[in-house]
């Protein structure tokens, strides 16, 4: 792979594998296991594919698909003021309940379904209520547990049940079983944002800046953090102004790429010597998408795009959705094919231009 490091940024479209669409402003994307994609739209769409790309069925839902969970034989889904048990074979619907207010997110542990919702005042631009819902596989309501904050970010993480909470508590709670909650402070009073799991442990993004885990302030930025993605001891934040930040496992930046807003970032595929990172930017009036070698922060290829604001990746495949209902599809081996290629013929090319060159020297000092 060391070729393509001098080479001109690969055009990212060229490399895409497939293409799939909805009819409909794209949610929500996720893969399965076996590497299945399913799709979910802003009016309620949700399609799933096979891993070579055939459409298997369609289903329409109530409202915009915001989460997608797998579990065995089941697709689980929020989708407006519901959420929805799916067949996966077939995508007959087996049930579906009514919450209090926008299902938000969504997470499986045990075999135990958990929700968040939460109630807007238009009136306030505020959230009134939230609740924190147990269900089970069957789609029987086991508890309901009302709060006033907003769980922003919903994580199982060793037999925990972990939200980061947003005003006026903030901290973080655990969800016990019996939908209980215990609330804890961390060493910032910032609403959480956001949230992910590292190899520390859970780690929550803060409206003032601050990343912060239950050992601690991890990392202090001059913005807002609105997105965490962690891997193999990197994790990477999106900041409200369009930083993108990446930090090693040692706390230390790594490096850090300004640009116009972000609307969506991810930690792809490993190629042989690169993991690579996804973003999508939005400037009101043109997308970007870029990939970026993770652990350099040098970007690899790029693209002009609609606007984005999904990113899924799994070991093997990275998927884009955007607004026009398209759904790009990039696939490990074929991306790494193209950035072989395209490093071998800039390296042939920058050659010849060099064999030219001294040509040209050696006329001139004849």
Known sequence: MEGWRSCVIMDLLGACWMIRSLEQPIASISFDSDDNLVAGGWDGQIRKWNLDGDLLWTQVLPDRICDIVFCNDQIIVTSGLHIVNLDSITGEINWQKPLEGSADSLIVENDQIFVTSSVYDIEHNDFLESAIWNFSRSGTQNWVTRIDERPWVLLAHEEKIVAGLGRPISGWAEVLVDGEIVNHQLDTDSPVMCGTLSHDGVIFGHADGTVSSEKGVKNKFAESVENLDSKDGLYVASLEGGGLVAIGESGVQVWDQPGEPISAQSIGFTLSKIKTHWTTRWDEFS???????????????????????????????????????????????????????????????SQQRSALKDKLRALRNR
Request: proline share 2%.
């Open 287 to 349: 997308g970007l998408l870029e990939v970026r070698d993770a652990n350099t922060g040098e970007l690899i290829a790029q693209a002009t795009a609609p606007q984005s604001s999904i990113i899924s990746a799994n070991e093997s495949r990275v998927a884009v959705g955007d607004v026009n209902g398209k759904i790009h599809v990039w696939e490990k081996e074929m991306f790494e094919r193209r950035l072989t290629s395209k490093g071998a013929e800039e390296s042939k090319s």
